[in-house]
């Protein structure tokens, strides 16, 4: 038979066994959430990074509708319409400015149709010259971040329709009319501080030129291929000397 010290050490190691054995396995649980948590971080750690096309493609989606930087310096856009005028001028100006060339109209009446419409008062039909798009689209581009445009074409009535054109499209606040006759340091900046507006009379005078040369042009010239010879065209209107 067990002594009255025996029993009670039996019963004292029934009622500590389970606080142990939970005590065991809650010390297993909590290592189980750590491992759990551990491999959760080591599994985002080890996820692959996206592709550099797949950046790419979203870079594009966040920056869509994304009004252009502004450039930390501020800048002034000049139009002239030859490209070897535009590296000269640039050079005499310095890096205040950005100098862009129009390669000469930009805007004109279709080639495929008459383009006049003589129900309205012979209003003109402009569209954007085949070939000049990409021209267009850089002065434009240039213009949204610019300060100030100045529209520096030749200083006759085709320049001043070239120049006019070029408002037209870009719209911005503040475009002046800048005319010099000679390509130097001294006449260019000069013109530049001394900016003034666009011309309406010459406008106005180059496009009724323009429009009375397409009117006269379209009814003469298949008469000119049907008597005389095929090629042939008229209504050139001149200027007089």
Do not use: C
Request: glycine share 8%; proline share 5%.
């Amino acid at each position: 038979m067990k002594t009255m010290a025996e029993k009670k050490k039996v019963a004292l190691a029934a009622e500590t066994a389970p606080r142990k054995a939970k005590g065991k396995g809650g010390a297993a649980a909590k290592k189980s959430v750590a491992r759990k948590e551990k491999g959760d971080g080591e599994a985002k750690l080890r996820a692959p990074k996206p592709s550099a096309k797949k950046r790419a493609k979203l870079s594009v989606v966040e920056g869509a509708g994304a009004t252009p930087k502004r450039p930390a310096r501020a800048f002034s856009l000049v139009v002239v319409e030859s490209p070897a005028k535009a590296k000269t001028i640039k050079k005499y100006l310095g890096s205040g400015y950005v100098v862009k060339a129009s390669v000469g109209h930009v805007k004109d009446l279709p080639k495929s149709r008459m383009g006049v419409d003589v129900e309205h008062e012979f209003a003109p039909e402009y569209e954007v010259v085949k070939g000049k798009e990409k021209a267009l689209q850089e002065i434009k581009k240039q213009a949204a971040l610019a300060d100030q445009v100045f529209l520096a074409t030749d200083p006759d009535r085709e320049g001043e329709a070239i120049a006019w054109h070029i408002s037209d499209e870009l719209s911005h606040p503040r475009t002046h009319r800048v005319l010099f006759n000679e390509i130097t340091r001294n006449a260019i900046q000069e013109a530049i501080s001394r900016p003034g507006t666009l011309s309406q009379e010459n406008f106005d005078s180059q496009q009724a030129r323009r429009v009375l040369d397409r009117l006269v042009g379209y009814q003469i010239s298949p008469i000119l291929w049907k008597k005389v010879r095929r090629g042939l065209s008229a209504g050139r209107v001149q200027s007089v000397a």
